[in-house]
């Protein structure tokens, strides 16, 4: 076991590094076969606050041949201590080396994380290039949702898992299983016949004259052309036991997954796609799992995480019955994502009754027009009845989301965000009384597998004029405004739709000092700058171009389920101000999933049928 007593008195935060929480898994690592390392890209904090990783932990560490151990980015100060003391990055559970691990596991969730992968690779003293990799070096793998777009990441990583770990990774492990004696060639050639997997090694790209992508196409039989999303039909139980950190983390409370996928269909969101179609838990398991979780982690706040949670279909029953059954525990509850329009007067009352938490709306827009045209069919009467209701029943603060930059956005619609943040204020008091209110900016960014993956990014000057508007309009006492480095959003835009040619960007990035580049006191933009121009690309190429619909897209060997053909519709609706209805309350949308999943099918063929 690697001895850390040396070098944890020179870092911040060492208990990130020691491991040993409560409910962590220590397996036999001499007689336990398959050795995984689940790997975060981000500080300890932020990992532990996930919920991918407990889900994938306890999965994995079920099978009785298989030991899971997690690793988290290590801060500069512990790489510094690390690297001068030659110490390679290793996991929290056994502290063995990832170069031992069969398998090293990457979870993709933020693209500015992307240099921190090659950090960890580097500092674990595994080549960073994945053709640099020979059969002694563990087998790199990469899920979650940036895998939705795995080509800049492409050179790193031997193989993407596209789509839900519970429905590909039985499989995956089968295979390894079987293929212990082969050559590392020979078992990505097998792991590329598996549904869900992505061997980016086995395709070639091409690119037009004018530098655009061409294609992309598999160069050994096994590879399929088109590797389709895999998903389970019914989510399984919820992880009940996961880590508890020593130390306080972002999202520092239990967490229960209560529904998967969304069905409002916001034309931005790329998660509404990427894990459609909803699929709910049981309100009896929910009920039960948060009472496994008070037990077995001690948490007294548990936070119900969903993509939108208020549209939870038995949510009023769930925070009633929640608090009626763990009284005695002083349940506190978090809603983390709530939709204005379905936060009904029972949900409010049973939260107001109890120790409250604040509360978080996304408006988007502040103006109707456009949250048509994003397809967040929500009038500003709907947000300000709410925000009267909410601040009827005690709360004295509100926090709420806007984006800037939306596609068809005018000068009006900005200061319609103006207006609509004072009436809501004015809804709920006067003078001294008024509600403090946190206003939370970000620069849209175009998204793969969206209706808006073709717009272009605004630029960065049209984006700061419009924040300095916001600022102008809204720069008063009780309203306090939070606002995202746009050159971090125009990076962001690059790499969610870049092509391989990236890879080159992001290696050079990496080698100019460039980690934890979603981190402001990291974030270093020339060193991007100048690995764009050492590449001969640029950043505007990627963000600031508009595509034509039927110009070659470098994700477009992804399926997500969801038909090309709905995106562009979808599109061409918005351009029109056009609402699609939410097809969880209205008839199906053919989005392509119904010839996939079960219950899509059933509403395609019995589009009456309403679900509330
Ligand atoms: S197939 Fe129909 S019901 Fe299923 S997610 Fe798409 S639009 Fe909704």
């Known amino acids: 076991m690697i001895n850390l007593d040396d070098i944890l008195y020179q870092v911040t935060r060492p208990a990130r590094y020691t491991g040993g929480e409560w409910n962590s898994i220590q397996k036999d690592w001499d007689k336990t076969p398959i050795r995984i390392a689940l790997s975060y890209p981000d500080l300890y904090e932020i990992g532990m606050s996930t919920l991918a990783l407990p889900i994938l932990y306890e999965l994995l560490n079920r099978q009785p041949d298989v030991l899971a151990e997690r690793v988290y980015a290590p801060w500069p100060d ?41 950090n960890m690779l580097d500092l674990a003293q595994i080549p960073v290039l994945a053709a640099a990799r020979s059969d002694a070096h563990p087998l790199v793998i990469a899920g979650g949702c940036c895998t939705f777009n795995p080509e800049p990441m492409a050179d790193f990583i031997d193989l993407f898992v596209i789509g839900e770990g519970e429905a590909i990774l039985p499989e995956l492990l089968s295979a390894f299983r079987d293929s212990r004696t082969a050559t590392k060639v020979e078992l990505l050639r097998r792991l590329a016949t598996i549904p869900g997997i992505y061997v980016p090694s086995l395709y070639q790209v091409d690119y037009e004259a004018n530098g655009q992508f061409k294609s992309i196409t598999p160069i050994a039989t096994e590879a399929s052309p088109c590797i389709q999303r895999q998903l389970v039909t019914e989510l399984p139980p919820p992880p009940t036991k996961p880590v508890v950190p020593y130390i306080e983390v972002t999202h520092d409370r239990g967490a229960v997954e209560i529904q998967r996928g969304c069905s409002n269909g916001c034309r931005f969101c790329q998660a509404g796609t990427i894990y459609r179609p909803v699929r709910e838990r049981p309100l009896e398991e929910l009920l039960q799992a948060v009472g496994e979780l008070i037990t077995n982690c001690g948490y007294n706040e548990i936070s119900l995480v969903s993509l939108t949670t208020s549209t939870y279909p038995h949510i009023d029953q769930l925070v009633a019955k929640l608090f009626q059954r763990y009284e005695a525990n002083h349940l506190i509850l978090s809603l983390p994502s709530l939709r204005t ?158 092509d391989r040619r990236l890879g080159r960007v992001i290696y050079r990035a990496w080698q100019l000092g460039s980690t934890f580049d979603g981190w402001s006191e990291q974030f270093n933009y020339p060193n991007w700058l100048q690995a764009f121009k050492e590449a001969n690309l640029t950043p505007d190429f990627y963000a600031q171009r508009e595509r034509s619909l039927d110009e070659a897209l470098p994700w477009s060997h992804i399926d997500t389920g969801v038909t090309l053909a709905f995106l562009k519709r979808e599109y061409q609706y918005a351009l029109k101000n056009r609402v699609t209805p939410d097809c969880r309350y209205h008839p199906c949308n053919s989005c392509g999933l119904q010839r996939w999943h079960p219950t899509c099918q059933q509403r395609y063929q019995s589009p009456n049928q309403s679900r509330r």
């Open 78 to 118: 512990m790489e510094a201590a690390m690297r001068h003391s030659g110490i390679p990055l290793f996991s929290l559970e056994s502290r063995h080396p990832l170069k031992d691990f069969d398998i090293v596991s990457f979870s993709l969730g933020y693209e500015l994380t992307y240099t921190n992968v090659l």
């Open 341 to 498: 329009e379905k936060l009904s007067p029972e949900l409010l009352n049973s939260l107001a009754t109890h120790k409250r938490t604040g509360l978080t709306f996304a408006p988007e827009t502040g103006s109707e027009r456009l949250r048509r045209v994003i397809n967040k069919n929500i009038s500003n009467d709907d947000i300000l009845n709410t925000a009267s209701e909410v601040f009827s029943h005690g709360w004295t603060s509100l926090k709420l989301y806007f984006m800037l930059g939306l596609p068809t956005e005018t000068t009006d619609d900005v200061e319609a965000i103006i207006g609509l943040v004072d009436s809501i204020r004015a809804s709920g008091g006067r003078g001294r009384s008024k509600p403090q209110l946190k206003i939370s900016l970000s620069a849209f960014v175009p998204k793969p597998h969206t209706p808006f993956q073709w717009v272009a990014q605004q630029s960065e000057a049209e984006l700061v004029a419009k924040h300095e508007l916001l600022q102008q309009g809204l720069g008063r006492k009780g309203i306090r405004l939070f606002w995202n480095n746009p050159k971090v959003r125009r990076l962001e835009a690059v790499l969610s739709r870049g």
